[in-house]
C-alpha cells in the first residue's frame, strides 16, 4: 500500500516552467515504477511520463518529449515531473500514480494501482 501526494500545480504564462512532485508514504517507494498522467476537461486521462524504479530509465509521450523531464528522489520517497516550455494544451489535472513492477513504460492508468489526488496545472497564453 502506498499513499501518493501531488503538489507543485499552479497558474503559469505559455512558456514558463513548473516542477510538479509527488511524494509518497511507506518504506518501499524504490519498489515502485511511477507514473505520471494528465486530464484536461472532457478528455480522458493521458500518459504523460514514466521512470523505473531505480530512476535510470525514463519513458515519455510524444507530446511532451524534450519539454518534461521526470526524476525520481527514492531517498526522500519523491517523483517530480519538471515542465518547459509550457503551452496552453499542457492545461490538465496532473496526476502521479504507481505499481510495484519493474517494467515501467506502462502507459494506460490500468497499469496503475495507486494513484494521488491530483494538482491542477493551468498555462495561460
Known amino acids: 500500500q502506498v499513499l501518493l501526494v501531488e503538489s507543485g500545480g499552479g497558474l503559469v504564462q505559455a512558456g514558463g516552467s513548473l516542477r510538479l512532485s509527488c511524494a509518497a508514504s511507506?518504506?518501499?517507494?524504490?519498489?515502485?515504477?511511477m507514473g505520471w498522467f494528465r486530464q484536461a476537461p472532457g478528455k480522458e486521462r493521458e500518459f504523460v511520463a514514466a521512470?523505473?524504479?531505480?530512476?535510470?530509465?525514463?519513458y515519455y509521450a510524444d507530446s511532451v518529449k524534450g519539454r518534461f523531464t521526470i526524476s525520481r528522489d527514492n531517498a526522500k520517497n519523491t517523483v517530480y515531473l519538471q515542465m518547459n516550455s509550457l503551452k496552453p494544451e499542457d492545461t490538465a489535472v496532473y496526476y502521479c500514480?504507481?505499481?510495484?513492477?519493474?517494467?515501467?513504460?506502462?502507459?494506460?492508468?490500468?497499469?496503475?494501482?495507486?494513484w494521488g489526488q491530483g494538482t491542477q496545472v493551468t498555462v495561460s497564453s
Open positions: 500514480a504507481a505499481r510495484a513492477d519493474a517494467y515501467y513504460r506502462r502507459t494506460r492508468p490500468g497499469g496503475y494501482d495507486y
Open positions: 511507506g518504506r518501499t517507494f524504490s519498489s515502485y515504477a
Open positions: 521512470i523505473s524504479r531505480n530512476g535510470t530509465s525514463t
